[in-house]
């Protein structure tokens, strides 16, 4: 202590730091309230619901499409924020005619909207509308909830049945590796996913599009095919025969599949050769 100054008793001192953080306590906390005064507004619009179906090489038809709602902004957003949406109503419903919609949809910065599509999960007609909820970084424009009508367009994709490749072997003899050329397909089909079913003939192995390895070993007739998928939609159709003969017969011979043939996805293919 300087000498001369008057000294505050230790026990006052302490009263009076309580006091003062006691006062401090009692101010009341500012409200955490974001600024919308340079927010976007988000509004929101049902676009027109029809959507694509595809009858599969299976037989049936599955939604090829997805109706879409978008979000739009009045101005581009500053930075990315979560808009949050729900289901308003219609006659559609959720876990038996689409897939649960996400509880936000993320715009970017700079971004001037957003889409929410709505994953059917079969052929439906119906409605639903759908609600932009009130959330941060952002202000409801003056179209907060509309309704989408769903369904299915008058044309639809219909699965392709090629004309059959039919190779021929006899016991013994090595399997092609690759029997059937991509090259051979469709530009349109250049970018599927291939998937083998059926059958291969005893000793024969290999990959779904190839390649094949092994010797046919149990004399018969084999038939698989390859499917060409657009996501998980069967749209293309390549059946296989092997034959395969006991010794004497002609060695392997290779083939091509032909001019998409007319048959129908649920008709019974025809065989050449």
Request: with cysteine.
């Amino acid at each position: 202590p300087e000498p001369g100054r008057r000294q505050i008793p230790r026990r006052a001192a302490l009263a009076v730091t309580v006091a003062l953080a006691a006062t401090v306590t009692a101010l009341p906390a500012r409200p955490q309230v974001a600024s919308t005064a340079l927010s976007p507004s988000v509004s929101i619009s049902g676009h027109d619901g029809a959507y694509l179906t595809a009858r599969t090489c299976e037989g049936f038809s599955r939604p090829a499409g997805a109706p879409a709602v978008t979000l739009r902004l009045d101005r581009p957003a500053a930075a990315a924020i979560a808009v949050r949406v729900q289901i308003a109503g219609g006659s559609l419903v959720a876990g038996r005619d689409y897939e649960p919609l996400p509880a936000t949809v993320s715009i970017g910065a700079g971004d001037l909207g957003g889409t929410v599509r709505v994953m059917l999960r079969r052929v439906v007609t119906g409605t639903l509308a759908v609600r932009v909820q009130p959330g941060r970084g952002y202000a409801l424009g003056a179209t907060s909830t509309d309704a989408v009508s769903v369904a299915p367009k008058a044309l639809e994709l219909t699965c392709r049945v090629f004309a059959p490749v039919v190779l021929r072997a006899r016991v013994g003899d090595a399997f092609p590796a690759r029997p059937l050329d991509r090259a051979h397909v469709p530009g349109e089909l250049f970018n599927t996913v291939i998937v083998r079913t059926g059958h291969l003939p005893p000793g024969i192995s290999g990959v779904p599009a190839g390649p094949y390895a092994g010797r046919s070993t149990i004399p018969g007739t084999y038939r698989f095919h390859i499917d060409f998928t657009l996501a998980d939609l069967v749209l293309a159709r390549v059946p296989f025969e092997v034959r395969v003969r006991g010794a004497g017969a002609s060695a392997v011979e290779g083939g091509r599949p032909q001019a998409p043939a007319a048959v129908p996805a649920s008709g019974p293919a025809r065989f050449t050769g």
